[in-house]
């Protein structure tokens, strides 16, 4: 089993829609969370962290479910801007699993 | 701060050559992690260090290659000799806490 599952997608979805991206995790001594995006051709850049309590960034939200261990992003009110792959990593220990990504694709 | 220095950008090579790619991490930071990013296999760790000390290579694929940290600003990951399946982005990245920083990769193509 992988150690950080995504739904590949892809995820196409009118300007102004919200979507949401789960991410799971095989690891329950996991520590740490976050969502990456990378755009077509470039490096992946963090997007945020995820904390137990959940945390919000403007139009983005992450949430950390331990007991069903995974992890979510949920993207209000959509824009073309948005559109993106978006990585999901876990650490455990000192090692680094990320994700294979969820591609968005926002449509005018 | 320049963040994540990656070279070359780009690398276009003769299957059986030597290809060494190049990093400096940000300045500060103690990790540094090599990546290759296919479509099949997303984005793969070949291998990260901690204070110039390799921690961990076991998601190096074998022993064509190698990589060095000689000093806290420079990193090298080496493919002797190459193959046409080595083709990928290969991306650096550097750390002082759990969030790591990316370089622009370098895009290798072995033909």
């Known amino acids: 089993r992988k150690e950080v599952e995504q739904d590949p997608g892809p995820f196409n979805v009118p300007e102004g829609a919200t979507v949401a991206f789960n991410c799971t995790y095989s690891?329950?001594?996991?520590?740490?969370f976050f969502w990456y995006r990378q755009d077509c051709r470039k490096e992946p850049k963090l997007l945020m962290s995820v904390y137990s309590s959940g945390n919000e960034d403007g139009r983005f939200t992450a949430q950390l479910n331990r007991a069903s261990q995974y992890i979510s992003l949920l993207i209000r009110d959509s824009k073309l801007s948005d559109s993106a792959t978006y990585l999901c990593?876990?650490?455990?220990?000192?090692?680094?699993?990320f994700g294979t990504g969820t591609s968005l694709t926002v449509i005018p | 701060d320049a963040g994540v220095i990656q070279s070359p950008r780009h690398e276009v090579t003769e299957m059986g050559q030597e290809v060494t790619l190049r990093c400096k991490p940000i300045?500060?930071?103690?990790?540094l992690f090599w990546y290759r990013q296919t479509m099949m296999r997303g984005l793969e760790l070949l291998i990260y260090?901690?204070?110039?000390?390799?921690?961990?290579d076991s998601g190096m694929p074998e022993d064509r290659f190698s990589a060095k940290m000689p000093n806290a600003s420079f990193s090298t990951l080496k493919i002797q000799p190459s193959e046409p399946r080595d083709s990928a982005v290969y991306f650096c990245a550097s750390s002082l806490g759990p969030e790591q920083y990316f370089g622009p990769g370098t895009r290798l193509t072995v033909t």
């Open positions: 690891n329950s001594a996991s520590q740490s």
């Open positions: 300045s500060g930071h103690d990790y």
């Open positions: 990593v876990v650490t455990t220990g000192n090692q680094f699993y």
């Open positions: 260090f901690n204070n110039n000390v390799p921690i961990d």
